[in-house]
């Protein structure tokens, strides 16, 4: 089911380098996918967060339904929590790489 | 990325709470002479729904539409004053619509649970 | 908004049937009235009900949603009922008394169906209020 699809496509996206890297410069590969997936997630939290203000605005001009509202805050809260998610997983291997003995 | 995409249930909602407004109308309109009941043709609207299968979100109606699904006059028997709305049957169906509305509800809340605890515990 | 548009409807089917209870119960209270300032016995009134549009038709095929109210209070043509009373003060040259034209059996029947169609309205209210307040609770 569809609803379903972040939950189905957290582990294709994650371990796959990024497709826009430019082949003439290389840098390291972990950070580059992790930050294109976290400017992602805040892209998406923020997108969301202005469709469910948008939201409001046309239910208080009387133009849409009340769940409709309640869902686009839902969708905002549920990104903003992968956000937080994602940030949580880059702090943690970070903090892992540097924990490295050298 | 995509996130918690309900299209379905959000025009499965959107169809039943203008539906309400079919029934709102014939109940108050229950003793107006000539007046025809109503309801929304929404068989139409669910199997066009059904047989939208998608992998983007685009494609699929923007949340918030009002549902396309129209008012349409269905067969009633016919009362002296020319009124069809058979207050037994509009009262028994309202009562089905607002249980499948808060039905659909506990659908969605049900989803939104599972999410958000794949966020949270899916990570360990 | 779909639900608040609902709730809108059957208020109005509130009013309009309250309406024609008050109209019953003054056609009862009055139904033995022989004298009114206007001259000659109470005459029956009845209310008329209509549709007013909540929401516009689309196009031609396309049904709008329509709420109702009461267009306006119309004497009712039928006769008055004549008795012979030679002795009562009202009486004519005649001794015929003109008594109103109200059958309070058909008020009485006139007053149960639009307090069942009032007590439907409710039903319709209680549940549209179910609805928009576990819709409040998404995500809960």
């Known amino acids: 089911m569809s609803d379903f699809t972040i939950y189905n496509n957290i582990p294709r996206i994650m371990p796959a380098p990024s497709p826009t890297k430019p082949p003439a410069a290389p840098k390291p590969d972990a950070g580059d996918s992790f930050s294109g997936l976290l400017k992602d997630a805040i892209t998406q939290v923020s997108d969301l967060e202005k469709g469910s203000q948008g939201e409001l605005q046309k239910f208080m001009n009387n133009e849409s339904d009340l769940h409709s509202v309640m869902i686009a805050l839902e969708k905002a809260d549920l990104s903003f929590q992968v956000m937080m998610q994602v940030r949580n997983k880059i702090v943690a291997a970070y903090q892992e790489i540097m924990r490295t003995q050298v | ?105 506990q659908y969605l809340n049900q989803k939104l649970k599972t999410l958000r605890s794949s966020l949270n515990e899916g990570g360990r | 908004m779909s639900l608040i548009t609902a709730l809108d409807i059957n208020a109005s089917g509130l009013t309009a049937q309250r309406h024609r209870a008050e109209v019953a119960s003054a056609n009862l209270a009055n139904s033995q009235t022989t004298r009114t300032p206007e001259g000659g016995p109470y005459r029956r009134k009845d209310v008329v009900f209509e549709t007013v549009p909540f929401s516009k038709a689309f196009d031609i095929a396309a049904t709008g949603i329509n709420g109702v109210e009461v267009a306006g209070v119309m004497d009712d043509p039928t006769p008055f009922d004549r008795r012979y009373e030679p002795n009562h003060p009202d009486a004519d040259a005649e001794g015929y008394v ?36 576990r819709t409040l609770e998404i995500g809960r």
């Open chain 3, 98 to 133: 003109e008594y109103p034209n109200v059958n309070s059996m058909e008020e009485m029947a006139n007053l149960l169906e639009a307090s069942r169609s009032y007590e439907a309205n409710i039903s319709a209210v209680n549940i549209i209020k179910t609805m928009i307040a």
């Open chain 2, 1 to 105: 990325m995509n996130i918690g995409n309900f299209p379905y249930v959000e025009n499965l909602l959107n169809v039943t709470s203008k539906r309400q407004q079919a029934f709102a109308a014939n109940i108050a309109n229950l003793d107006t002479p000539g007046y025809k009941a109503t309801d929304v043709d929404f068989q139409e609207e669910l199997s066009s729904s059904l047989r939208m299968t998608s992998t983007s979100p685009a494609h699929l109606t923007p949340p918030g539409a009002e549902s396309s699904a129209r008012f349409i006059e269905v067969e009633g028997k016919l009362k002296a004053n020319g009124n069809t709305v058979d207050i037994d049957t509009q009262m028994t169906e309202m009562t089905k619509n607002g249980l499948q509305y808060v039905t659909l509800v």
